[in-house]
């Protein structure tokens, strides 16, 4: 637990350290073969035609290297706080506190929120299709965009899933955790705040056969996490996060819409499967409290990117 009183920590502000170098393009969500704004279950008022791609090159990143990467989503979302604990945590002497040098690429959603938006869709569907749409899509947009070439025209990225992590907050989360669980070929470590493990799904998904409940469903009677007979073969690194007042509505019928209990209940499955996972709770705060993050994200990053080891590939 922590708060309820929060304090900064100090990795995730400007130290003056040396810099890396900072990007940004768009994507036209039409041109997408996997999120093209099109699904039936999207209205088209709830689709933006396009989206914003933001990444952060550490100083020490150096060309040609595979690099390891950190998704962000909702972006640009904390890409600041990010790229601030890598400036001054790469270089850090304390082995304990010491981060790789990741890139940072933070994807905008594709507009609106909840069931029925193109949002929703991407991060609340219990499917691999988040996964794939970075791997195969956004990754391959920044290592060809125009900016990002000129200044490291032979960037590429691992292709080993302990060299790729995932960090959101509230749907973002979900996502997150969904890429994972889903794809833990292509992803590995994850961050998420406010952990949107709740019935959020859109029921007209053709996932809602396999997952009613949505993200409920990973610590539902269903028992997707427990009944998993991968278990701790998926090597995952899972940090999540709910606050004391992440209530969402308290009446009986919306019991599948609190967060903090979908978290507490995420949280005693991947315990009882061995999963390495942490679990924090902030005290007297409510959902995504910027507060929370300030105070545990550097902390998240070195965590969740413990036991990394550098790769040719």
Same mark, same amino acid.
């Given at each position: 637990m922590?708060?309820?009183?929060?304090?900064?920590?100090v990795?995730l502000?400007?130290?003056?350290?040396?810099k890396?170098k900072?990007?940004?393009?768009?994507?036209?969500?039409?041109?997408?073969?996997?999120?093209?704004?099109?699904?039936?279950?999207?209205s088209?008022?709830? $689709?933006?035609?396009?989206r914003?791609?933001n990444? @952060?090159?550490?100083?020490l990143?150096?060309d040609?290297?595979?690099?390891?990467?950190?998704?962000i989503?909702?972006?640009?979302?904390?890409?600041?706080q990010?790229?601030?604990?890598?400036?001054?945590?790469?270089?850090?002497?304390?082995?304990?506190?010491k981060?790789?040098?990741f890139?940072?690429?933070a994807v905008q959603?594709?507009?609106?929120?909840s069931?029925?938006?193109?949002?929703g869709?991407?991060?609340?569907?219990?499917? %691999?299709?988040?996964?794939?749409?970075?791997?195969?899509?956004v990754?391959?947009?920044v290592?060809?965009?125009t900016? $990002?070439?000129?200044? @490291?025209?032979?960037l590429?990225?691992?292709k080993?899933?302990?060299?790729?992590?995932s960090? *959101?907050?509230s749907?973002?989360?979900?996502?997150?955790?969904?890429?994972g669980?889903?794809r833990?070929?292509?992803?590995?470590?994850?961050?998420?705040?406010s952990?949107?493990l709740?019935?959020?799904?859109?029921?007209?998904a053709?996932?809602?056969k396999?997952?009613?409940?949505?993200?409920?469903d990973? !610590?539902?009677?269903?028992e997707l996490?427990?009944s998993?007979?991968s *278990?701790?073969?998926?090597?995952?690194?899972i940090?999540?996060?709910?606050?004391?007042? %992440?209530?969402?509505?308290?009446?009986?019928?919306?019991? !599948? !819409?609190?967060?903090l209990?979908a978290?507490?209940?995420?949280?005693?499955?991947?315990?009882?499967?061995?999963?390495h996972?942490?679990?924090v709770?902030?005290?007297?705060?409510? !959902?995504?409290?910027?507060?929370?993050?300030?105070?545990?994200?550097a902390?998240?990053?070195?965590? $969740?990117?413990?036991?990394?080891?550098?790769?040719?590939?």
């Open positions: 922590v708060g309820p009183s929060y304090t900064s920590q990795e502000s400007d130290r003056g350290n040396p890396g900072s990007f940004s393009f768009t994507m036209k969500i039409a041109e997408s073969m996997i999120f093209d704004g099109k699904d039936p279950t999207v088209a008022s709830k $689709v933006n035609t396009t914003a791609i990444v @952060y090159i550490p100083k990143y150096k040609g290297d595979a690099a390891p990467v950190l998704i989503q909702d972006g640009p979302g904390e890409i600041g990010v790229s601030n604990a890598l400036d001054n945590l790469t270089t850090s002497q304390d082995a304990k506190r981060l790789p040098p890139v940072v690429v959603n594709g507009g609106n929120d069931i029925g938006s193109e949002r869709l991407e991060y609340d569907t219990l499917s %691999d299709r988040y996964a794939r749409f970075i791997d195969q899509e990754l391959p947009a290592q060809a965009n900016q $990002v070439k000129a200044a @490291y025209p032979n590429r990225f691992t080993q899933a302990s060299g790729r992590a960090l *959101g907050c749907s973002g989360g979900a996502a997150a955790f969904s890429m669980w889903f833990p070929d292509l992803f590995s470590r994850i961050i998420g705040y952990t949107t709740v019935a959020q799904q859109d029921p007209k053709a996932e809602s396999l997952y009613p409940l949505g993200a409920w990973y !610590h539902s009677s269903k996490i427990k998993d007979a *278990g701790k073969d998926k090597q995952l690194r940090f999540i996060n709910a606050n004391q007042n %992440d209530l969402g509505a308290s009446d009986a019928e919306s019991t !599948h !819409h609190n967060w209990m978290n507490q209940r995420t949280a005693a499955a991947l315990k009882a499967r061995g999963y996972y942490k679990f709770e902030g005290m007297g705060v409510g !959902h995504c409290d910027g507060k929370v993050q300030s105070a545990t994200l902390d998240a990053l070195i965590w $969740v990117w413990r036991g990394y080891e550098p790769s040719a590939n």
